[in-house]
């Protein structure tokens, strides 16, 4: 299905570019957003080319200038990322006798910018990406031999341009920021040595870095939005490379060919304790429909979006009890969040009330691939953005009744570099995914929870005198779950130290009843702390 193009296009005949702007535009950035390959002129000249629905056997055929790779297949390596590392994306030296990439570990936080110099495969800088300090990504190679790298924490959007520069004696120096709006999109080397940086798709405006990190602004005609039906809704502008517009003159492109399952190791743990397994909608897709008989409220014909995008669990009478805690399904980085809504209004966060966004990074076939999770409806949120997930076991938040449906929890999957109609996905569907289980680990037939597979390390154990309040949240100002009991053993989970707010200090997340019940205490109103050794 082609789609409308957006400003001026140039309609597909028999899956071949046409184009008549050839002259005027020498250079073009070639994206995919939203399924669909498009070009857009770097010379002030309003050139966006719908191609067609993009799929794996287009992509293969795109004339692409050779400074940027961005698949280990198309590098110059003679053997893969080691360490269970996948390769993310490369740069050439002017002279093509340096090439720097970006090699991501598997399901962790680890990063190594790695160099292949003179048919040499060696190692320049290995971290963990941390709030603090982002992954670094090869730009462009100096003369002398430095490197310039890009600071960003989501490997699709970019919110502050930080420059760092690696040296040859393997010193690495932070150079500059440079404000700008809100990107999207990933680099691109220019024939000039200049660095495409992304789209600001707000403001119509594409930006370059010049060689002497200054900034270069280029109108695109276009404003690619989000549709509004989700907050979770995912269309990254993944940049494909740089193109000259001669290349456009007849590109031969094949007719797309009927996906066949897709080989994945399943991956997804279930996001919730054991007991809260009472799902009272699955994900709106044909699979689901025709495998349970789960109605989804509310969701009847007309409906404001195509369908329900997710999975639901609690809903009424009960719900899922509020607080009940709930866990990343695999590690990944936070990269969007929402605290601040509270449980009268129903239209916060689009109605999706508070929420947590990770972008989880995989590797197969030696590539990264870029998965996104979604948990809405939160009473609290305990992640901040830009920190790493790395171990599952301990809760990214707390269910609630936030936005609207009652308590429950909603949970979905989106996957914008699978060559499918959509970019969610339903991870149970086994058709679309070569597993019998979907995209679920499974142990006893169902989705293996979180805290089963990873427990929490338990720090201390403690008592508290009875009648000391516990929370939902670290502070005073989350909701009180219960009360304290004497003679019960406490089992802390995590310590979260405040330094505002009316109680500061070190509050501590404790567990009981065989860790089904979880809350949040003063550190002060605890009494016998021993440490655990685990």
């Not at 914008?416 to 499974?442: A, M």
Request: glycine letters at 8%; proline letters at 7%; charged letters at 15%.
């Amino acid at each position: 299905m082609l789609r409308v193009s957006l400003g001026l296009f140039f309609l597909l005949t028999s899956y071949a570019i046409m184009s008549t702007a050839q002259e005027s535009t020498p250079e073009q950035i070639l994206f995919v957003w939203n399924d669909t390959i498009y070009a857009q002129s770097i010379a002030g000249v309003l050139n966006t080319v719908e191609i067609a629905p993009a799929h794996t056997e287009m992509l293969a055929s795109l004339p692409l200038t050779e400074a940027n790779i961005y698949a280990y297949e198309d590098s110059p390596l003679t053997q893969p990322p080691a360490d269970n590392y996948g390769f993310h994306q490369g740069v050439w030296s002017d002279d093509r006798t340096r090439f720097a990439y970006l090699a991501i570990q598997h399901e962790g936080a680890g990063f190594r910018v790695e160099a292949y110099i003179d048919g040499v495969q060696s190692v320049l800088i290995a971290e963990n990406v941390m709030p603090t300090r982002g992954y670094l990504i090869p730009i462009a190679w100096q003369a002398d031999g430095r490197l310039l790298l890009l600071e960003r924490h989501t490997l699709y959007t970019l919110d502050e341009v930080r420059i760092w520069q690696w040296s040859p004696d393997s010193t690495l120096t932070f150079q500059q920021t440079i404000p700008i709006p809100s990107l999207k999109g990933n680099t691109a080397t220019l024939s000039d040595g200049r660095v495409f940086l992304g789209f600001d798709t707000v403001g119509a405006q594409g930006y370059i870095l010049n060689s002497n990190m200054s900034l270069a602004i280029f109108p695109t005609g276009f404003v690619l939005q989000d549709p509004p039906a989700s907050v979770f809704e995912i269309y990254p502008v993944q940049v494909l490379g740089v193109s000259t517009a001669s290349a456009f003159d007849s590109v031969d492109i094949p007719l797309p060919q009927e996906e066949a399952p897709i080989a994945l190791e399943p991956f997804l743990h279930w996001m919730l304790p054991d007991f809260a397994r009472s799902v009272t909608c699955y994900a709106d897709s044909a699979f689901t429909d025709s495998i349970y008989e789960v109605e989804c409220p509310g969701l009847q014909t007309p409906r404001a979006y195509a369908g329900h995008e997710g999975t639901d669990v609690g809903g009424r009478p009960a719900g899922l009890p509020i607080g009940t805690p709930v866990y990343a399904t695999s590690a990944g980085m936070v990269i969007k969040t929402l605290s601040t809504c509270g449980e009268d209004d129903i239209t916060c966060g689009d109605a999706y009330g508070n929420y947590v966004l990770l972008e989880h990074t995989r590797v197969r076939d030696y590539n990264t691939q870029t998965w996104f999770t979604g948990y809405a409806h939160l009473q609290s949120v305990l992640v901040e953005e830009n920190t790493f997930v790395d171990y599952i076991g301990t809760p990214i938040a707390l269910s609630g009744a936030s936005g609207l449906g009652g308590a429950h929890l909603h949970f979905e999957v989106r996957a914008p570099h699978l060559p499918i109609s959509t970019n969610w996905v339903d991870p149970y569907d086994t058709n679309t995914f070569e597993s019998d289980t979907g995209l679920w680990i499974v142990a006893d037939g169902r989705p293996l929870a979180a805290p089963i597979a990873f427990p929490p390390p338990i720090l201390l154990t403690c008592q508290s005198p009875t009648g000391n309040n516990i929370r939902s949240g670290p502070g005073t100002n989350y909701d009180v779950v219960t009360q304290t009991t004497e003679n019960t053993i406490y089992e802390v989970t995590q310590i979260q130290t405040l330094t505002t707010g009316a109680v500061p200090g070190d509050w501590y997340q404790i567990q009981w009843d065989e860790g089904a019940s979880t809350g949040w205490l003063w550190s002060e109103l605890m009494t016998g702390c021993a440490e655990v050794d685990n």
